[in-house]
């Protein structure tokens, strides 16, 4: 049940980062159903992959070039979304780092993790 309710808070989050930002266009809230899942995806799988391989220029930046990693996700889910549009790289990112903090917050909220045996 956390799991889905977790994902459903996202999903707002998602439609209401792209009511903020301009340039930035969730048509549905099954399109923001979709953004969520494919990031969560795009997360699991092929984030860490990049993060491995940019481990030198991260180093160079100070951790400033994860950012570009998470607009890159973002991005990419723009791109295989039809109710998902982003104008520009740059709103990826604004768009990625607002969706962190969100997520952040709801999981503060959501309390800690209960683990039943």
């Not at 104008?87 to 990625?96: D, E, H, L, T, Y």
């Amino acid at each position: 049940m956390r799991l889905i309710t977790r994902f459903i808070l996202i999903a707002l989050a998602v439609m209401g980062i792209a009511w903020l930002i301009p340039g930035v266009e969730v048509y549905s809230f099954t399109s923001a159903l979709w953004v969520t899942l494919v990031l969560s995806v795009l997360n699991l799988l092929i984030r860490p992959i990049l993060i491995i391989l940019t481990i030198p220029v991260t180093i160079v930046t100070f951790g400033l070039f994860l950012l570009v990693i998470n607009g890159l996700m973002v991005w990419i889910a723009s791109g295989w979304i039809t109710g998902f549009h982003i104008i520009s790289f740059g709103r990826a990112i604004i768009f990625s780092i607002l969706l962190s903090v969100a997520t952040y917050l709801i999981e503060r909220l959501m309390g800690p993790r209960r683990y039943y045996l």
